[in-house]
């Protein structure tokens, strides 16, 4: 088992009994579910919408070089940089060196997942930078030197007091949880690093092909501060991001807010074009986009994965998978939670070291039904499960009883005499008392569960004794 | 597969000749289903045979990565209800795997398109009712408060929503109820309830109190896979909601 599965299982057997916690998830996602629901019956038809994204989203990632290239140049054109990142040290790379060589001492930064994906903020900091998430959410997990707990509400698992305490210990907030005040002492700090910073750092929802422009979505208005005030802004995002038409956005921008948030449209879209121009009252002097691949080209290349690169980030597979209900968004110990981090971990990370969170799934396929770009997500975690047991990352003993398994139920009288004997022994077991102990020999199943009543015989065994039960 | 719209896949079948598909685990733990099974269709005049040389449909190893564990197990049931007119088969689950991951499973094989034409023929016993029997009412009388769960492949793998609450609003005297978050997974989910049987747990504790909170003396499913592990979290809450399978609620006799 891998380091990184000890863990998985520790904090999910941790959260997991955490009434409280699973209190909280439940309340978030009754609202969201709420939302979700008004903002569907806004479409005509949901489905179609979902399989037009999809139709778009397919084809930009089948024809990722084209479209790439001509987003590149439209940028390049305009005076812009694009840096290509193979890796998240090359990407880390880039900004550290731009960043040192501008003299930059602070950041501020819009939400972005690549980037955490990528360390970039530790990376900075250790150059002697201060860097200020300014999403609100983000600035909370930040303050509390926390990974963000959810894609898309990065705070989701905190409560108005708790953020009450946390903004009076480090932001010397005051004593009212009421959110506007909260907002306002959080605003406070944040307006002062937006005019001082000398470097605005964002994501990027969507790289539009044709126009040469970068599609930033959020509902605080930050994203626009972050790339609009300091004379730098650095956009870094997957290469997945491309799309090939502007006119791509009226389908991708009211889906994406739809299953993010249940928003008809999210507050503020900003489509930018590059640095600013003569004339132009605002904007940066420079402006850089660094692609990342970090592995995406390999899920590129896997035929049968690829679709994994349509997500558009909105959360909506967290939000309707119930193991993230039960053990939350920091038990996953990635960057990406929930079905989708689960899916793509092992692509980014290593399936070895990765691979529990495959089995981490009841294969229930709510978040294949609900995801906007039709990702076959619950068939994937399948498939990751195959790639495993293919590379050998699986136990001795586990292959064994795969192949006893196998054995006997190749033969149906096989079958029938060791599941009599099997039956038999546990029916003496629980005789005996032993039913839900430690020694039950069904102790894997009865250490959650109130042990069964296991039948005398079999199906098969009545039909034979009363030809079909005449 | 998943995400697909639902096909009708009986088109044309019109099966006077049924064949059992009683999956392992019923066959060794619940046997009663299979045989309330039988009782149904030999109500609506159906005469089922039970192919003695079945066994499971391998998707134990499938579904823990084991393809070639799975492979041989496909195969051997694609031979055994290759002759079949119809399959019937009281779990949700189980049928997804004939219809739906055969197919995936078996690709490149000589068996490939048998398979998916087997997939045409197999039939979850809800479905074999409304679809092919299309019979709504049963005969049956059952005069208690039940509610039922929606197991998580008879849902979204096979689209069965309507149909097996149809059967149950036709049966006398059952007053069928609906649960909060009924669409919720139980936490079953095969080797995923030993693997993480923490969150499993944790998922069965909810869709528990759910149940109580819908008020029902029985909760029915479409999987009795799931049923069992909804029992052992109802007996260990000391819930007063007891499980049945479906097949088991249709069986009660009218008079």
Redesign the interface.
Same mark, same amino acid.
């Given at each position: 088992m891998s380091a990184a599965a000890r863990e998985f299982?520790r904090r999910?057997?941790e959260k997991? @009994?955490d009434l409280a916690h699973?209190q909280v998830v439940r309340f978030n996602m009754d609202q969201y579910e709420a939302a979700v629901a008004r903002g569907h019956s806004r479409f005509t038809d949901w489905e179609a919408a979902r399989e037009r994204c999809r139709q778009i989203k397919w084809e930009a990632v089948n024809h990722l070089d084209r479209y790439l290239l001509e987003f590149e140049t439209k940028v390049q054109e305009r005076g812009g940089h694009v840096f290509w990142a193979e890796t998240s040290e090359e990407a880390r790379r880039y900004v550290c060196d731009l960043a040192v060589a501008r003299g930059v001492k602070k950041v501020v930064k819009s939400k972005s997942m690549v980037t955490e994906e990528v360390h970039l903020t530790p990376a900075l900091e250790k150059l002697g930078m201060e860097v200020f998430e300014t999403d609100l959410g983000e600035y909370i997990v930040q303050l509390r030197n926390e990974p963000p707990y959810h894609i898309v509400t990065p705070a989701m698992h905190l409560n108005r007091g708790q953020i009450r305490d946390l903004f009076k210990e480090k932001l010397g907030g005051g004593a009212t949880d009421d959110p506007p005040e909260l907002v306002a002492v959080a605003r406070r700090t944040l307006r002062q690093a937006f005019f001082s910073a000398e470097m605005g750092i964002s994501g990027a929802n969507f790289l539009v092909a044709d126009a040469g422009m970068v599609a930033i979505t959020t509902n605080e208005g930050n994203g626009r501060l972050c790339t609009s005030i300091p004379r730098i802004h650095v956009v870094m995002t997957g290469i997945e991001k491309v799309v090939p038409r502007l006119q791509d956005l009226a389908m991708l921008w009211p889906v994406l807010a739809t299953s993010g948030t249940g928003q008809p449209i999210t507050c503020y879209n900003t489509l930018l074009a590059g640095a600013r121009r003569a004339g132009e009252v605002d904007g940066p002097e420079e402006f850089h986009v660094v692609l990342v691949d970090n592995g995406r080209s390999q899920l590129l290349a896997d035929s049968e994965q690829r679709d994994v690169l349509h997500c558009i980030r909105c959360g909506a597979c967290l939000n309707a998978c119930?193991?993230y209900?039960?053990?939350g968004g920091h038990t996953y110990g990635t960057i990406y939670q929930g079905p989708i981090g689960s899916v793509l971990t092992p692509h980014l990370r290593g399936l070895s070291e990765f691979q529990h969170l495959s089995?981490? &799934? &009841?294969?229930? @396929?709510?978040c294949?039904?609900v995801c906007p770009v039709?990702i076959?997500l619950?068939?994937h975690l399948?498939h990751n499960?195959?790639?495993?047991?293919r590379a050998g990352t699986?136990p001795g003993p586990?292959?064994r009883a795969? =192949?006893l398994?196998?054995w006997?139920?190749?033969?149906?009288g096989r079958?029938r005499i060791l @599941?009599g004997v099997?039956?038999a022994s546990i029916r003496l077991a629980h005789a005996l008392g032993l039913g839900g102990t430690a020694l039950d020999p069904m102790r894997?199943?009865? =250490?959650?569960?109130?042990?069964?009543v296991?039948?005398s015989?079999?199906?098969?065994s009545?039909?034979?004794k009363t030809d @079909?039960?005449r | 597969m998943c995400g697909a719209p639902f096909r009708d896949y009986n088109r044309g079948v019109v099966a006077s000749k049924v064949s059992l598909f009683i999956p392992c685990f019923i066959d060794q733990l619940a046997p009663q289903v299979g045989v309330d099974v039988v009782r149904v269709l030999r109500r609506l005049g159906y005469e089922p045979d039970f192919p003695a040389q079945q066994t499971c449909c391998g998707q134990p190893a499938f579904n823990t990565g084991y393809w070639d564990e799975a492979r041989p197990l496909a195969e051997r049931f694609v031979r055994i209800f290759e002759s079949a007119e119809a399959v019937v088969c009281p779990s949700g689950s189980c049928t997804t795997m004939v219809r739906n991951f055969y197919p995936e499973l078996l690709a490149g094989t000589p068996l490939q398109e048998p398979a998916e034409q087997l997939g045409k023929r197999v039939f979850e016993f809800s479905e074999f009712l409304v679809k092919v029997a299309k019979k709504l009412d049963v005969g049956a009388r059952f005069p208690h408060r039940v509610t039922f769960h929606d197991a998580c492949h008879a849902l979204r793998e096979l689209r069965l929503k309507d149909g097996p609450r149809q059967l149950l609003r036709h049966v006398r005297g059952l007053e069928l109820v609906e649960m909060p978050y009924v669409e919720e997974c139980c936490g079953f989910g095969g080797g995923f309830a030993v693997k993480f049987d923490m969150i499993s747990a944790a998922m069965g504790d909810s869709k528990a109190q759910n149940i109580e909170a819908s008020g029902a003396e029985v909760v029915t499913s479409l999987d009795q896979s799931c049923l069992m592990h909804i029992e052992g979290m109802l007996r260990r809450s000391n819930a007063r909601a007891r499980t049945m399978h479906l097949a088991s609620i249709l069986a009660q006799e009218a008079e």
């Open positions: 299982l999910a057997a997991s @009994g699973r119930p193991v209900r039960a053990v089995y981490a &799934s &009841s294969l229930c @396929g709510n294949t039904d039709k076959d619950h068939h399948l499960r195959r790639n495993a047991i699986h586990e292959r795969m =192949r398994f196998r006997t139920m190749m033969d149906a079958f @599941g099997a039956r894997a199943w009865t =250490r959650r569960r109130a042990p069964m296991l039948p015989t079999s199906f098969r009545l039909w034979r @079909g039960f | -």
